[in-house]
């Protein structure tokens, strides 16, 4: 008798177990489903590519970092460390000969500029 409740008991447990992978397996086969396990891949790479690009970017600074250290060093250049210069873009800064700059004393003092491109036309 024990035998027979034994065996049942292991087929019982068996076919739960068999019919819960199916179903599991059903649901996502759907299209909700299917949608879901896609976003989640989407999501698991975007946040892999992200770490491997901050990875990258550190470094590339620290790279950096070091080969300014050599050059400043093979040049002669005492920098302090950690002292960082500002970066000077000729475009950007105000250029005295623009003729609106000389037509307008006002500009002399204070050097503005106006951005409507339709100013002057």
Known sequence: MFRRT?????GVAAGVWATTKVNRKLRQLTPEGLAATAANKALETGH???DRAVGFALDVRDN????????SEA???DAQPGL??????????NNRS????IENPQYIENPTYSYNRNEDH
């Open 48 to 50: 892999r590519l992200k």
């Open 84 to 93: 960082v210069s500002p970066q000077r873009h000729p475009a950007i800064e």
């Open 75 to 77: 040049l002669g250049i």
């Open 64 to 71: 950096m970092a070091q080969r300014e250290a050599e050059l």
């Open 98 to 101: 623009t003729p609106q700059y």
């Open 6 to 10: 034994f065996w049942f008991s292991t």
